[in-house]
């Protein structure tokens, strides 16, 4: 980004204002388009797609009437959801209550900043890229317990209490697997840790080696649970605590959450595939030296494809599984994936001293034993599907 | 030095109190209109309170102003998802007054209907079940099967969820024999179903680890508190009306009882009642198959007086209704309204154990609990 | 067993407190003297050979042409399958009798229910408050001559207003 502003300025654009403004001017530019170009759209499509996903496996159809396939929903709902009128209860404190949504809102949406869509498609390469969007959508808690607070209602306040429980536990896993990430790659930088994997599988950070291999796991789970997602959606557990901590919003501040809860599930897969999966890295093709526009397209359609897949993972995984009951999520994040997520540190701090420079044998046999496993999976899935009892269509007597 | 410093105690500067939540009557997932007053430690109970009256709709009130016949559909309103036990109940007290004798054809005819309905209302029990405990696809796919138990009943007597089907001396109306295929196709496509909702949901680590240890009820308690149907079974008691009092044609019929075993944790906990559910949809499907099949020719109805006066007398009769066992107790003076009707349900006895058992559960063990009672709220309130 | 032998076994423990079998209806029944029922239930519960495991039912019934209110318990056996039916005949005016709580738990909230509908009072229940109806409600709906109260919370429970209201 700075080489492109430096190029405009050189070439007279710009040129009374100092330096630094231009920068921060430009910076703030490219992300008020990423945001209402990008973020916004891709939420509202997120929610039409795991509306439409969830229908399907429920054996009914989701949303499929405004606009082709029902596409434009989410843009219905965002209308309606503006024109409500805007119900404040009288004993809530209103500050925190107009505030919470958007807190929460910053804190999924201050994380586009770093993260890379293409080689130079990123909105700031921060040298402390990762722990800077850890930290952020840390933010998360605070809205969430301020929501809870200020909705002056017990059950908003369990739900509150519980989430931010759950998402603070829940750091710690998820932190810990990235640092296993950031001790293989030697960056903190996105673009840092994407130019140390490759572009082929046996590559990525994925498979370096066995340790990387379940730290991804983990990194998903805890993932899972700080976005407040099933199996680990109990602070807005619709058959307990009637909506948890959104139980006194209505109208757009309602949609904010949902907003921000979807946009996550996209950071979550775009961390993944930054982190594990190779990111941007397309094969080396000599022909597209030339052309650095498609490169950069095939980039980013190469990272979104990536991050997708773990979004409708995200979604797969809400429609098929429980809820988990609140101390046994709290066991399972310090009894399990806690000591499990230090010893892969451990391990992999271990392997880098053994074999500073990787273990090409290692990868490769731990990306053919993923594979198995994939190929596994998908084999019990075709199986699932092949015995699925279609609708029984009686011939109406009426 | 601090070990001298006067720190007072620690339940002297913490002062906590218990918090005290109405799980109201509007509420996602009690089961009907029911209220619960739930006070709770943080996230442990000490207990909760079930407040009930909120459907009551003075069923046994209305009983002594109608007619006999007349009396009948209001008997499915006292338990709308198993209305069809509700309606045998009354009629065969009402005969058993009036010393009527059924014909053999409207008394399989009821089996198939009761059945058919025992299915149907098992379904929404464990979906509903799966859905108050997080997954929401097992409560689809149970509406889907039961929308075509509902086809089936709207084929037989018009109705799909209060049926007015079963009548003082037999049933409403025929069953014609392409209700017959019908029904067969619908049992042949319904069998495997019961596996893949297991498969799908039943056996699942997360689901099995929330209801497994929780609430187990004892035999004494069941005893005592007189919990009937599924849940006393599910104490590993073997007692079924059809089996040990029987009524109208199963003597006739082969079917089995089953009974909670403890196999994924304590005896009578969540757990085995949910699965005594799923496998009473089994046997419920073979007793409709055999009936099919003995389905004997002959009128449906057998002659009842348009005004219906039983002499003077009592009679208790007994049901195996999907919820437990249903008691009518009916007093008759020999006019055409009945003196008294008095309809005993199991939830209302099941809900009254629910703030026994509740103490020292957490919130969600208290949704898993009811959920798997499978209260009612109409049978509780009448 | 029989219900002549029961009554012989009941009549035997409790001599004068037990009359009028009624053997040869579907469920025979036998009235109990208002005071000794509880111990009456407590030794049909007992004993290995009546065994009376479960209250199925604890209801009430009014005879205004008799001047009386009956309190009708059935009780069952799992073990001996056999049933019996005990009716307790009470005052209209001022219905108690003692709780059977501590016999069967069950009959906790259906004495509950037959004090919100009848009026009976049950001496040593634990907790003696209306279970269907709102506790401010007046009245004991399922007696033989109950009129409804006029209006509750200030609406008119009369239904003739309501339609002359419609029609104007």
């Excluded at chain 1, 697997?177 to 046996?202: D, K, N, R």
């Excluded at chain 1, 993932?223 to 602070?235: H, S, V, W």
């Excluded at chain 1, 897969?269 to 022909?287: K, R």
Aim: charged share 20%; with cysteine.
């Amino acid at each position: 980004m700075q080489p492109f502003i430096d190029q405009l300025i050189q070439e007279g654009y710009f040129s009374a204002l100092p330096r630094d403004l231009a920068y921060a001017g430009f910076i703030v530019l490219v992300a008020f388009a990423v945001l209402s170009f990008f973020v916004a759209p891709l939420a509202g499509i997120t929610s039409w797609l795991e509306r439409r996903v969830w229908g399907r496996m429920q054996s009914r159809v989701g949303p499929n009437r405004v606009g082709p396939q029902g596409i434009l929903q989410w843009l219905a709902d965002g209308i309606k959801n503006l024109l409500k009128e805007d119900i404040i209860p009288t004993a809530a404190d209103k500050w925190l209550f107009a505030l919470a949504p958007y807190i929460v809102f910053v804190g999924f949406l201050a994380a586009f900043v770093v993260i890379p869509f293409g080689g130079k498609l990123i909105v700031a390469d921060l040298n402390i890229g990762i722990l800077y969007l850890l930290a952020v959508t840390s933010l998360v808690v605070v809205g969430i317990l301020m929501a809870g607070w200020s909705s002056n209602n017990k059950w908003s306040l369990l739900g509150g209490m519980r989430s931010a429980a759950q998402i603070i536990s829940y750091e710690i896993p998820a932190g810990l697997a990235v640092l296993t990430i950031v001790l293989v790659a030697g960056t903190m930088s996105m673009q840092g840790i994407i130019q140390a994997q490759g572009w082929a599988p046996w590559d990525w950070l994925l498979f370096y080696n066995p340790f990387t291999f379940i730290a991804f796991f983990l990194y998903f789970t805890a993932a899972l649970a700080e976005g407040n997602r099933t199996p680990f959606d109990i602070p807005e557990a619709e058959s307990e605590l009637v909506a948890g901590y959104v139980t006194e919003y209505s109208g757009m501040r309602f949609l904010f959450f949902f907003f921000a809860e979807w946009g996550n599930l996209y950071v979550i897969g775009a961390v993944a595939a930054t982190l594990f999966l190779g990111g941007w890295q397309i094969p080396p093709i000599p022909a597209l030296a030339d052309y650095p526009v498609v490169k950069g397209i095939l980039q980013f359609i190469v990272f979104f494809l990536k991050a997708y897949l773990w979004v409708f993972v995200a979604m797969w995984v809400r429609g098929t599984l429980p809820r988990v009951r609140v101390d046994q999520l709290m066991s399972l994040c310090w009894k399990y994936m806690v000591p499990l997520s230090f010893l892969c540190l451990l391990g992999t701090a271990a392997w880098m001293v053994l074999w500073p420079q990787g273990n090409r044998v290692a990868s490769v046999a731990m990306f053919l034993l993923g594979s198995a496993i994939a190929v596994l999976f998908f084999k019990r899935v075709n199986y699932q599907i092949r015995h699925a009892r279609p609708v029984l269509y009686l011939k109406p007597y009426i | 030095m601090l070990m001298s410093a006067n720190i007072p105690a620690e339940s002297e500067v913490f002062h906590t109190e218990d918090m005290i939540i109405s799980m109201g009557p509007q509420h996602p997932s009690t089961h009907g209109v029911l209220r619960f007053i739930v006070r709770t430690d943080g996230e442990v109970m000490r207990e909760a309170i079930p407040d009930v009256g909120y459907l009551h709709r003075s069923i046994e009130k209305i009983g002594e102003k109608v007619t006999w016949h007349g009396f009948v559909p209001y008997t499915d309103r006292a338990d709308y998802l198993a209305a069809m036990f509700a309606n045998q109940g009354f009629c065969m007290a009402a005969e058993r007054l009036g010393g009527i004798e059924v014909t053999r054809r409207g008394e399989f005819c009821r089996v198939i209907a009761c059945e058919l309905n025992r299915i149907a209302s098992h379904l929404i029990a464990v979906g509903t079940f799966g859905q108050d405990i997080g997954a929401v696809t097992p409560f689809l796919h149970a509406l889907r099967e039961r929308e075509t138990i509902n086809d089936l009943m709207e084929e037989i007597c018009g109705a799909r969820l209060t049926y007015n089907y079963i009548r003082i001396g037999g049933v409403g109306y025929d069953i014609t024999s392409e209700t017959c295929d019908r029904i067969t196709a619908f049992l042949d496509h319904f069998e495997p179903i019961v596996d893949e909702y297991n498969r799908l949901i039943s056996y699942n680590k997360i689901f099995v680890e929330r209801l497994v240890h929780v609430a187990p009820i004892t035999k004494e308690d069941a005893f005592q508190y007189n919990i009937v149907g599924p849940n006393l079974r599910a104490c590993g008691v073997k007692w079924d009306i059809r089996r040990d009092i029987p009524y109208s044609v199963y003597p006739e019929l082969d079917f089995d009882i089953p009974v909670g075993t403890g196999e994924k944790g304590a005896l009578g906990d969540c757990y085995d009642r949910y699965m005594m559910r799923i496998r009473e949809m089994e046997e419920s499907c073979k007793i409709v198959r055999q009936c099919l099949k003995m389905l004997p020719p002959g009128p449906a109805i057998s002659k009842v007086a348009r005004k219906f006066k039983p002499p003077a007398g009592e009679a208790y009769v007994r049901v195996e209704s999907s919820r437990g066992d249903m008691g009518f107790y009916v007093v008759s003076d020999g006019s055409e309204y009945p003196y008294r009707v008095r309809i005993r349900t199991g939830s209302f006895t099941a809900m009254s154990l629910v703030s026994k058992l509740s103490q020292g559960l957490m919130v969600a063990d208290l949704i898993a609990l009811i959920a798997s009672l499978d209260v009612d709220a109409p049978e509780i309130d009448r | 067993m029989e219900a002549q032998e029961i009554y012989r076994r009941l009549e035997q423990r409790f001599p004068g407190k037990v009359n009028g079998l009624r053997a040869d209806v579907f469920d025979p029944d036998l009235h109990v003297e208002p005071q000794a029922i509880v111990e009456a239930c407590r030794f049909l519960r007992d004993e290995p050979d009546l065994k009376f495991e479960v209250l199925s039912d604890l209801t009430g019934l009014d005879l205004p042409k008799e001047n009386r209110l009956q309190v009708v318990y059935h009780l069952y056996s799992y073990t001996h399958r056999h049933q019996i039916v005990l009716k307790v005949d009470l005052p209209r005016e001022e219905p108690q009798v003692s709780t059977m709580e501590e016999v069967w738990k069950a009959a906790n909230w259906m004495e509950r229910e037959v004090f919100d509908l009848f009026g009976v009072i049950f001496e040593g229940h634990s907790d003696l408050r209306r279970i269907m109806l709102p506790e401010d409600w007046v009245g004991h709906p399922l007696r033989k001559d109950y009129v409804e109260q006029e209006e509750y919370d200030g609406i008119s429970t009369q239904r003739a207003p309501l339609v002359e209201k419609l029609l104007r």
